[in-house]
């Protein structure tokens, strides 16, 4: 017999209702299990962050090589501060500016931090989650645990991030225990992952362009965007984060970014090596003349409304059997970046 589910469609025995399941999930949390929450930027796959086992489950259930860190959520700076072997004063700006929101401090770790969190490096991200959801569940479990959840993207290592609880449903969800939740805290607002800078090195360096841009990240911090973006010198060493892989956040179908005004043309490489292949088009350019063999989804014309629907396209296209995605190439402008950077990784060869 079918799992009798709620409106999204996650089953009964996976959901946590807000209303009334925060302190079970936190519950769960503290036992050792799993719990897939909402955040602004996307779900993510939480596990009590000081306890290995329990973050081991997390490796697992992604499927996620044991060298690639994972992020810390926090409730508050003093959790935080906890986390880190020294806190520099630009964090201190940086945490006021923007905490709760869509921003990862890679700082130096302190001696409580696990290895498989960190991937054996000396250094730890750190992120205090805005949504409402979030930040309940950490409440909750600064109460009756830790406080501190490691809490990666909530799908299998390289897919597309969830947006929607029922995209951790259809990605994880046969991965998850029936002593691990998924919270539903709707769709989320900013749709990609958090910006991440590192200042564990002598100046502060964005690693990966995310829900904060990297000007809004210098202007705090008395510096020019090009400063935080400057490619490292050869004797540093750059800390490995989330997402930085070249072929990441890809759907199934095969991915290529298009320039404006070729899509025909791209189409019809298509249907001549392939024949009857089902291609969707995202594309931001109204397109007047309907295209043969080409399904177009309209995508908004502004960086955020893009990135808050992207990934939510590609579950969808993938849901639709879309064997090929023709992606109108985005603009170059710094407003786009983060935008820019997931295509280009989900255009990657694999």
């Not at 029922?166 to 805290?185: C, N």
């Amino acid at each position: 017999m079918a799992l009798p589910k709620s409106d999204s469609g996650v089953p009964a025995a996976l959901l946590a209702d807000q209303a009334e399941s925060i302190a079970e999930a936190a519950r769960a949390l503290a036992a050792g299990h799993l719990v897939a929450l909402p955040t602004e930027t996307v779900y993510g796959l939480g596990a009590d962050g000081l306890n290995p086992q329990a973050v081991m489950r997390i490796f697992k259930a992604k499927g996620r090589p044991s060298d690639h860190p994972v992020i810390l959520h926090v409730a508050d700076l003093d959790h935080a501060k906890s986390l880190s072997a020294s806190w520099p004063a630009s964090a201190d700006l940086l945490a006021r500016a923007f905490w709760p929101g869509p921003l990862t401090m890679i700082l130096k770790r302190a001696d409580c931090v696990l290895d498989l969190v960190s991937g054996g490096q000396d250094t730890v991200g750190i992120r205090m989650p805005s949504h409402p959801s979030a930040r309940a569940l950490l409440a909750a479990f600064s109460a009756c645990g830790s406080g501190v959840i490691a809490a990666p993207s909530a799908n299998r290592f390289g897919a597309v991030s969830p947006t929607q609880a029922a995209h951790v449903l259809a990605g994880i969800g046969p991965w998850l225990s029936g002593d691990d939740r998924i919270l539903d805290g709707g769709t989320c607002e900013v749709g990609v992952e958090s910006t991440i800078v590192d200042l564990s090195g002598p100046s502060p360096r964005l690693l990966r362009p995310g829900g904060l841009s990297a000007e809004s990240v210098a202007n705090v911090l008395g510096l020019p965007a090009a400063a935080l973006r400057d490619a490292p010198r050869a004797h540093e060493t750059v800390p490995r984060v989330s997402g930085s892989l070249q072929s990441h956040y890809a759907p199934r179908a095969i991915a290529r970014l298009v320039p404006s005004g070729e899509l025909a043309k791209a189409a019809q490489m298509i249907h001549e090596r392939q024949p009857g292949q089902h291609v969707i088009g995202l594309w931001r350019s109204l397109v007047v003349t309907p295209i043969a063999g080409v399904e177009i989804w309209p995508m908004p014309e502004d960086p955020e409304g893009y990135a808050r629907v992207l990934y939510s396209c590609f579950h969808d296209a993938d849901a639709a059997g879309a064997e090929h995605l023709l992606i109108e190439t985005p603009p170059s402008d710094s407003r786009w970046e983060a935008v820019a950077d997931r295509l280009t990784r989900a255009c990657a060869a694999r």
